[in-house]
């Protein structure tokens, strides 16, 4: 019965690693894909064609 616990208690820290990673590589590209939003409409209304992206 023990070694059921131990492997729910592995599981448990398994899940809480993959979440824990999935929230960063979403939160990656989440700024990356802002950046280029940004760059992109910088781009469409500079009055001279020059990208001038706002850095945060």
């Known amino acids: 019965m023990s070694s059921l616990f131990k492997n729910l208690d592995d599981c448990k820290?398994?899940?809480f690693n993959i979440d824990a990673r999935l929230r960063?590589?979403?939160r990656q590209f989440i700024s990356s894909a802002?950046?280029?939003l940004e760059q992109w409409i910088d781009k469409k209304t500079s009055p001279y064609?020059?990208?001038k992206a706002v850095k945060r």
Do not use: F, K, V, Y
Request: charged share 15%; proline share 0%; hydrophobic share 40%.
């Open 24 to 26: 960063n590589q979403h």
């Open 49 to 51: 064609g020059d990208s």
């Open 34 to 36: 802002r950046l280029a």
């Open 13 to 15: 820290i398994l899940l």
